[in-house]
């Protein structure tokens, strides 16, 4: 009986932006704006915990990150699936260093096969040996998956030859990269992010006088549901995600 009430009545997954009058527009415009810069923030801090949130499911061991000559920092993961001889000695254990490790070139690749391919879409190698020679024909093996979120990075600051030659599978060679390992945040510093997103709200909440809270909830909330406005965060463009008031 409940499934053929379902079958003629089905759950029907709309936009958003049909919920934008259960408040009427009674906001200021200055509120208006000023409710933007605090959910810009709050997406911020929201955002960068969301990211890591979903690290500790797809990712396992230490991390390493990688800053090249130019000063672009990426990082790299599961580093422990591949174990370069770079990194971890002929048993399998992390080579013993304060933490650095000598230059590296490294190759980054679309992770086309193997491990994390669904998760990660490109891949790092790194050279075994020094030198490196000049018609490329030096062996590159697998070090770890580019995190996404260096990815995204990358993707933004290359042209496109470098992505093609990436997308390719002839790969992106970068030289004498530093390189440091370090430890991946724990479960517990990942939910302190998200409290300390939802701490900023809490905190901008007191500072509204109680005969404002109503105006600034409508602003809110049609920030939340109004499917056109878009802002720029990090110099990327991005629609609002999440939903806020009071």
Same mark, same amino acid.
């Given at each position: 009986?409940?499934? #053929?009430?379902? #079958?003629?009545?089905?759950?029907?997954?709309?936009?958003?932006?049909?919920?934008?009058?259960?408040?009427?527009?009674?906001?200021?415009?200055?509120?208006?704006?000023?409710?933007?810069?605090?959910?810009?923030? +709050?997406? #911020?801090?929201?955002?960068?915990?969301?990211?890591?949130?979903?690290?500790?499911?797809?990712?396992?061991?230490?991390?390493?990150?990688?800053?090249?000559?130019?000063?672009?920092?990426? #990082?790299?993961?599961?580093?422990?699936?591949?174990?370069?001889?770079?990194?971890?000695?002929?048993?399998?254990?992390?080579?013993?260093?304060?933490?650095?490790?000598?230059?590296?070139?490294?190759?980054?690749?679309?992770?086309?096969?193997?491990?994390?391919?669904? @998760?990660?879409?490109?891949?790092?190698?790194?050279?075994?040996?020094?030198?490196?020679?000049?018609?490329?024909?030096?062996?590159?093996?697998?070090?770890? @998956?580019?995190?996404?979120?260096?990815?995204?990075?990358?993707?933004?600051?290359?042209?496109?030859?470098?992505?093609?030659?990436?997308?390719?599978?002839?790969?992106?060679?970068?030289?004498?990269?530093?390189?440091?390992?370090?430890?991946?945040?724990?479960?517990?510093?990942?939910?302190?992010?998200?409290?300390?997103?939802?701490?900023?709200?809490?905190? +901008?909440?007191?500072?509204?006088?109680?005969?404002?809270?109503?105006?600034?909830?409508?602003?809110?909330?049609?920030?939340?549901?109004?499917?056109?406005?878009?802002?720029?965060?990090?110099?990327?463009?991005?629609?609002?995600?999440?939903? +806020? +008031?009071?």
């Amino acid at each position: 009986m409940v499934n #053929e009430i379902y #079958e003629a009545n089905p759950l029907e997954s709309r936009p958003t932006v049909q919920f934008r009058e259960l408040f009427p527009p009674i906001y200021k415009e200055e509120q208006l704006k000023q409710a933007e810069a605090i959910k810009v923030k +709050f997406d #911020e801090l929201f955002n960068a915990a969301s990211i890591q949130n979903k690290r500790l499911k797809t990712e396992k061991g230490p991390i390493l990150r990688i800053q090249t000559q130019k000063g672009t920092e990426i #990082e790299v993961s599961n580093l422990t699936q591949y174990k370069h001889s770079a990194l971890f000695g002929v048993n399998g254990e992390l080579k013993q260093s304060n933490g650095t490790f000598p230059q590296l070139n490294i190759k980054i690749v679309e992770n086309q096969k193997g491990l994390h391919q669904t @998760t990660h879409r490109w891949k790092v190698l790194a050279q075994v040996g020094n030198h490196l020679a000049s018609d490329d024909s030096s062996e590159f093996l697998p070090l770890g @998956t580019l995190s996404e979120h260096s990815r995204q990075t990358l993707t933004s600051l290359l042209n496109e030859e470098s992505l093609a030659r990436i997308k390719s599978g002839e790969g992106l060679i970068t030289k004498n990269v530093s390189v440091e390992v370090a430890s991946p945040l724990s479960q517990r510093q990942v939910k302190l992010m998200f409290r300390k997103a939802y701490d900023f709200l809490g905190e +901008f909440n007191k500072t509204i006088p109680q005969e404002q809270k109503r105006a600034m909830a409508a602003a809110c909330w049609h920030l939340g549901t109004n499917r056109g406005r878009v802002f720029s965060l990090s110099g990327v463009k991005k629609k609002i995600k999440v939903i +806020f +008031f009071w």
